[in-house]
């Protein structure tokens, strides 16, 4: 470890140790998520690392934050090293282990201040303003050169991020969810604070996501259907002169999403190596009673509909670095405690222009279907 890698180290672990006795009491704690990596067992995805927050009260809104993150994951750079062109997924993980296709450790480490508006908080509402310092590390591929994507082999980075957000989702006892939340975020890592693997990047993020009840049986809780509209969109703007994978491939704010080939669903994960996206997803749920009366043990079956857009594509040499795609489709899961979401779910690609979409499916297959472990958000 670097002196400046244990220096940032000692920085993080002196502000946890100096405001954690503050406000023990009153402590918020959140699973933002769950990390997996798909080729361990080469048929289902195994849980391998988490997403955990906790904030603490300090005084009147004042809430300090922690966030903790990261997981043995696995990853994909589909760039051809010497070219820049976009490749084909490998047939197998054995084929591209350490160079397009290989195990991914990273963590992620957010701390700072929160104030939260104590007027709103009263009403159900969280009004946040924030600023935090992220630190970031990769272990991504040794076997790969470091010329078109500095942290091609690894990153350890500190960034700085600040905005604001608005939480007003109710997820009523049936499961159903109403009310709406948003963010707007601006994170900034200069040269000098990357330790290795190399940044020099600025991004400002924003979403805004909604849930409207559409039907709800009246029985009881356990024994009710409900059916409710759920609508995201989400949009990252990065400038710089090293941006980071993490970056290009994601999009920011204080809860990290996967990028465009994730977000709209059949497409290829890992790909579109963007400085700008935006996308926006629809679904219609239709959320059933309860199993043996477990109130977070419930079926759920939803259709869905996502478009995209990127510009911009990253040291790319494809002729056109623009893109529109859509996709289309359905699926059926069962809520297991609120904590996973296992199901199948299957639909249509739309590659309205989509430059890279051949690179990606040379045999232009349209449907798709996949397991799932998490609703999409």
Known sequence: MTKKALGFALVFAATVFV???????????????????????????????????????????????????????????????????????????????????FDWPNAELDSGLIFRFPGLAAAGVKAEVFGLAR????????????????????????????????????????????????????????????????????????????????????????????????????????????????????????????????SIRGYQSWGYEAAMKAEASFDLRLVGPSLFRVPGLRPIAYLFGDAGWFGGLYDCTVADKNGLIFSAGGGAALDILDFAYLGLRAGCKFPVDDPLYFSYFPDLEKFFWGITFLLHF
């Open 19 to 101: 405001a954690a006795p503050l406000g023990a009491a009153g402590l918020e704690f959140e699973l933002n998520g769950v990390r997996f990596n798909n080729v361990l067992l080469g048929v289902l995805p195994v849980p391998t690392g988490a997403d955990l927050e906790f904030h603490i009260p300090l005084s009147g809104g004042l809430l300090f934050s922690l966030r903790a993150a990261g997981g043995y994951e696995d990853r994909l750079i589909l760039r051809d090293d010497v070219t820049g062109a976009p490749v084909v997924q490998p047939a197998s993980f054995a084929a591209g282990t350490q160079t397009t296709w």
């Open 135 to 262: 630190g970031r590390w990769e272990s991504n591929s040794p076997g790969l050169s470091t010329a078109r994507f500095p942290d091609a082999q690894g990153l350890l980075t500190l960034s700085l991020l600040g905005g604001v957000g608005v939480d007003a989702v109710v997820k009523e006892p049936s499961r159903m969810m109403t009310g709406w939340a948003g963010e707007a975020s601006f994170e900034t890592s200069p040269s000098f604070l990357a330790l290795s693997g190399g940044t020099d990047f600025s991004r400002f993020s924003a979403f805004l996501e909604g849930y409207l009840p559409l039907y709800s049986s009246d029985i009881d809780d356990l024994k009710a259907f409900s059916l409710y509209g759920a609508a995201y969109l989400t949009g990252d703007y990065a400038m710089g002169s090293k941006i980071p994978l993490y970056v290009l491939t994601g999009f920011g704010g204080r809860k990290l999403r996967d990028g465009l080939g994730d």
